[in-house]
């Protein structure tokens, strides 16, 4: 069936620093991409996404890039802070019978070192 | 405030029984969705339903079952025929007007024993 992968599983950072969370996914008609950040407790919530017409996307210290040809997208989050801390997931969503389907990755587990 | 509730947040059933998790949404939206969340994986779709009085299987559809009779209510019903219930499970909506921001609720913590 369709799947997302997203690497890494766990990604430990000096604050300040740079991470970059990279996923690819199997279904070509695939046409939105969003990346959702889930604290603990708590529901997922959207923090960027892009369509499928669009290469790249900036939102202040985060960014999302995407490679069609390739099917790989990824997160960007410059200038970390330990509130970054998370788990983050990546998506990719298709037309699927009576809509749209989304497909999610199995999510990365973000650590921010003060 | 505009939003999605789900309830309770914490859940405990014996093994045989069935049990209804709540979603409303009073945001009015048309899509709405389950998914199941288990340590180290991604959210796994169980149902959608994109219009009321509709709704289409996900990935992981067996021992579940759900109802849509209104645009605000989207409860799952966790029947005693799903073999491990044990879960965190989300319900999401969105506006359904084609692909876009899913909004979901706090969760609801399940724990069959």
């Known amino acids: 069936g369709e799947n997302v992968e997203q690497h890494p599983s766990t990604l430990s950072v000096q604050e300040g620093d740079s991470a970059v969370i990279k996923c690819t996914y199997s279904?070509?008609?695939?046409?939105?991409f969003p990346w959702y950040k889930q604290e603990l407790g708590k529901g997922p919530q959207l923090i960027i996404d892009?369509?499928?017409?669009?290469g790249e996307k900036k939102d202040q210290r985060i960014a999302v890039t995407l490679n069609k040809t390739a099917k790989h997208f990824s997160l960007h989050i410059t200038e970390t802070q330990p509130e970054d801390s998370a788990v983050y997931f990546c998506?990719?969503?298709?037309?699927?019978?009576?809509?749209?389907?989304?497909?999610f990755g199995a999510g990365t587990r973000l650590f921010v070192k003060a | 405030d505009g939003g999605i509730t789900q309830s309770p947040k914490y859940l405990f059933r014996k093994e045989g029984q069935n049990v209804t998790l709540s979603c409303e949404q009073n945001?009015?939206?048309?899509?709405m969705y389950w998914y199941r969340q288990d340590p180290g994986q991604g959210l796994r779709l169980i149902y959608y339903?994109?219009?009321?009085?509709?709704?289409q299987k996900g990935d992981i559809a067996e021992g579940y079952s759900v109802s849509r009779e209104k645009k605000e209510s989207f409860p799952l019903t966790v029947t005693s025929a799903q073999k491990n219930p044990t879960a965190f499970y989300l319900c999401?909506?969105?506006?359904?007007?084609?692909?876009?921001?899913?909004?979901f609720g706090p969760g609801t913590r399940l724990t069959v024993t």
């Open positions: 999401a909506s969105s506006e359904g007007r084609g692909p876009g921001e899913q909004y």
């Open positions: 279904d070509s008609a695939s046409n939105y």
């Open positions: 892009i369509r499928s017409n669009v």
């Open positions: 998506a990719a969503t298709a037309p699927h019978t009576g809509g749209f389907k989304t497909i």
């Open positions: 945001l009015n939206h048309d899509a």
């Open positions: 339903s994109q219009i009321v009085n509709d709704f």
